[in-house]
């Protein structure tokens, strides 16, 4: 059994929160206890983080700052397996997947913003004065302060180090609230953080719950300068709020119901290794997931055996077995959430293709398990095609032109992700311009460089965060004019 402690200055300590346990999402085991921070520990860490940035950190040349978040991804790396296994432990990934995306990502995090932050440049501007002397304008970048960091179960690791690693990188204070559901990575960070010397107070953790709970007491606590967050469409809408008080900048990186648009003349080999991997990667809890698929009528019913197949190839097991390839759901009740919707799919009398259901998976009988899932059959405006699901599903339409396509894939209230797949330039291009999202793929799914925008349009979230844009939310630019 581990204990989860608040890592405050540098510190591991207890909450004043009543704890809570902390389960192995592939047998329901409870592997852990998480010591809920309260709104006294909440406050201490925002305390600390304002100290730190009045104190060494703030006072650090850039240069030694970027060396040091570089330092912490080798502390990541050099305890890659410690943080495979915390990651696992906590969502029930299998390794396959942990091992080549979460965990690399978190260390890869901090080196790409180092590298941002000591290659970014500001604007300078000459003008003209009466006195005929002129002046000159100049931007300097400076920190907005202490940023708050609310953060969801998918990803862990990499989701809060994509926002901690150019926080700190802009010479920022942190206080991140990991996810409730997975605390383990979040505080293994702090050891690594004191191992490298980064001063205490820089890096904060508070562990708990959302609402009236450590997320709410930092969201509102008034000596944050900036909240970031990523997670559900709701939940921003509350974090927005409590963003007001104090007109409190915020970045929301929120939910989607993405669509994958097939086109029939796309490689059907790419396509489906591709959308399979939309479809069902991560067990389906990946934001930029494909829930609706369009696929033109030509190749439709091609297409569908292809990514059933695929479906029922999927390996369910020990998500340490380098033979499994889709680990269970977060909990329990995320698994009766995704259930409740295959459940209705059938009611409304959807065709299902592939799975459907909950499986049966040897040794893991506590876990919490679903059958990747493709139905079709059902109307457009199904909450099952309509509403985010977030499981190992998703609903195929045929359709006939790319006009008939783009409508489709647009009416929705999110705007996420898209992948597009054809081998048509101009209809590649047409497509990517006409989705209203924030991130377009084409042949490809989640295929990511760092220094790109990335964020949702409408319901799915304000702002874009990656390279330079991180740089723009998590610092102030403050023009300096000097008459010269
Ligand atoms: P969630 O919104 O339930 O929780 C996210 C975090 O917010 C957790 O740490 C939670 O404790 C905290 N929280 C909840 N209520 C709060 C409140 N009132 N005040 C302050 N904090 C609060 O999301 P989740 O279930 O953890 O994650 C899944 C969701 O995240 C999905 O909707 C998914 O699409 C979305 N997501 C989006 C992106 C993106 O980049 N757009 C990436 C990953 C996940
Ligand atoms: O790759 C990233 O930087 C990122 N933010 C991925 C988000 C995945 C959502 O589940």
């Not at 953080?193 to 709410?216: C, L, R, T």
């Not at 934001?287 to 190839?313: H, M, P, S, W």
């Not at 209705?344 to 893991?364: D, I, R």
């Not at 797949?421 to 377009?440: C, E, F, M, Q, Y």
Request: a negative charge; aromatic letters at 8%; glycine letters at 12%.
């Amino acid at each position: 059994m581990t204990t989860y402690l608040n890592f405050i200055d540098g510190a591991f300590v207890k909450g004043s929160a009543d704890p809570f346990a902390n389960h192995f999402p592939a047998t329901g085991e409870v592997i852990g206890e998480v010591s809920a921070a309260g709104r006294a520990e909440v406050d201490a860490a925002v305390h600390a983080a304002r100290a730190a940035l009045k104190g060494p950190w703030g006072r650090m040349p850039l240069a030694e700052r970027a060396a040091l978040l570089r330092k912490v991804a080798e502390g990541i790396n050099a305890r890659f397996d410690e943080f495979l296994a915390a990651e696992i432990r906590d969502t029930g990934k299998p390794r396959s997947l942990a091992s080549h995306i979460d965990i690399p990502r978190g260390a890869a995090n901090f080196t790409v913003f180092a590298d941002q932050i000591t290659t970014a440049s500001t604007e300078a501007f000459e003008m003209p004065t009466p006195d005929g002397k002129g002046a000159l304008n100049y931007a300097l970048r400076v920190p907005r302060g202490v940023i708050g960091v609310v953060c969801p179960w998918n990803l862990p690791l990499l989701l809060m180090t994509w926002k901690v690693a150019p926080a700190l990188a802009c010479g920022n204070t942190v206080v991140v609230k990991p996810s409730e559901e997975t605390p383990a990575t979040a505080t293994l960070l702090g050891e690594v953080m004191n191992a490298v010397g980064i001063p205490p107070g820089v890096y904060n953790v508070v562990h708990g719950m959302g609402p009236d709970a450590a997320g709410e007491f930092l969201t509102t606590h008034p000596g944050i300068d900036g909240i970031t967050f990523t997670g559900e469409t709701r939940t921003g809408e509350a974090i927005m709020r409590a963003a007001a008080t104090g007109v409190r900048p915020v970045s929301l990186e929120l939910g989607g119901k993405n669509a994958g648009i097939i086109f029939d003349d796309a490689d059907l080999d790419a396509t489906l290794e591709g959308i399979g991997r939309a479809c069902f990667a991560n067990s389906g809890q990946v934001c930029l997931g494909t829930e609706r698929l369009y696929v033109q009528r030509g190749i439709f019913d091609r297409l569908a055996a292809g990514l059933a197949e695929k479906a029922r190839a999927y390996q369910l097991g020990d998500p340490f077995s380098d033979a499994t390839t889709m680990g269970p759901v977060i909990s329990a009740e995320h698994r009766d959430k995704v259930l409740r919707y295959y459940d209705q799919a059938k009611a409304e009398g959807a065709t299902v293709l592939a799975g459907g259901g909950a499986p049966e998976v040897g040794g893991h009988a506590g876990g919490y398990w679903v059958q990747p899932t493709i139905w079709t059959g059902l109307p457009e405006n199904s909450p099952v095609v309509r509403n985010e699901i977030f499981g190992p599903c998703t609903h195929m339409t045929a359709f006939d032109t790319e006009e008939e396509a783009i409508a489709l894939a647009n009416d929705t209230p999110y705007g996420l992700a898209t992948s597009i797949w054809t081998t048509n330039l101009g209809r590649a291009h047409r497509t990517a311009k006409a989705v209203d999202v924030g991130i377009s793929w084409i042949n490809a799914w989640f295929l990511r460089d760092l220094r790109t925008p990335f964020g949702g349009s409408k319901a799915s979230g304000i702002g874009r965060e990656g390279g330079v844009h991180s740089l723009e939310f998590y610092s102030e630019l403050r023009n300096v004019c000097i008459k010269l």
